[in-house]
């Protein structure tokens, strides 16, 4: 298991300085010089917007930097702080700091970046991925939806997704409907369905599938 060393910085937009938020930029604690790693950027879901960055760490990826992972990586993890803001909204801004991080940290390999997220934040998968197809090395989206016909787009790029089958916020035919179309478009992409889950299928998902180990194995 890898431990982390984490930071909580502050990044504000260049594009659009109204827009600003916290992020969490984990690395190895025995981070060697020279080595290069995957980016993966952690999106929450709609719970955790706010202003203390500790309620990212109640679930999905982040809530595994205090006790370990199972990859080595750097992570990056913002919070939003506006409950009137969904990721959706300012995917660009997102994207701006995605790639400050990427071209910024020296031990980023800019070639493996990738992205997950859950609920809301797998809906900022999807639309990151449509948006920015060719900046990402794969994405894994949990539990959240998009727009099948741009789906297209995502063809040529790895795409895992999971959804429970109980899934009562979030319906599964958001994911279906995602997957269907890029299945059209000639892609390939993997559909986890978790049979008798509801909503919370991020817990099994990044604790009991390879989900991470999947996500970082791709680069371009």
């Known amino acids: 298991m890898t431990q982390f060393m984490q930071e909580v910085l502050t990044f504000r937009s260049k594009e659009k300085p109204s827009f600003s938020l916290q992020y969490i930029l984990a690395k190895p604690s025995d981070l060697q010089e020279g080595e290069k790693l995957p ?44 409950r009137d803001i969904i990721w959706n909204t300012v995917i660009h801004e997102v994207m701006e ?7 910024g940290e020296a031990a980023v390999d800019p070639m493996n970046v990738c992205v997950t997220g859950m609920s809301m934040g797998g809906y900022a998968t999807w639309e990151l991925a449509m948006s920015y197809t060719s900046e990402f090395a794969a994405i894994a989206p949990v539990c959240g939806g998009g727009t099948p016909w741009r789906a297209w787009r995502l063809a040529e790029l790895p795409v895992r997704t999971y ?14 409907h995602m997957v269907d179309a890029i299945k059209e478009a000639g892609g390939n992409p993997e ?8 909503h919370n299928c991020w817990d099994w998902s990044y604790e009991h599938t390879d989900l991470l180990q999947w996500l970082v194995s791709h680069g371009k």
């Open 191 to 198: 559909c986890i369905l978790l049979h008798g889950v509801g």
């Open 97 to 103: 700091l995605i790639r400050l991080i990427r071209d």
């Open 39 to 82: 980016l993966v950027v952690a999106l929450h879901g709609a719970g955790e917007r706010g202003t203390n960055i500790e309620d990212i760490k109640v679930m999905g990826v982040p809530k595994y930097l205090d006790k370990g992972m199972p990859i080595r990586a750097i992570v990056l993890a913002p919070q939003l702080a506006s």
């Open 163 to 176: 959804h429970g089958d109980a899934d009562d916020t979030v319906p599964l035919s958001e994911t279906l």
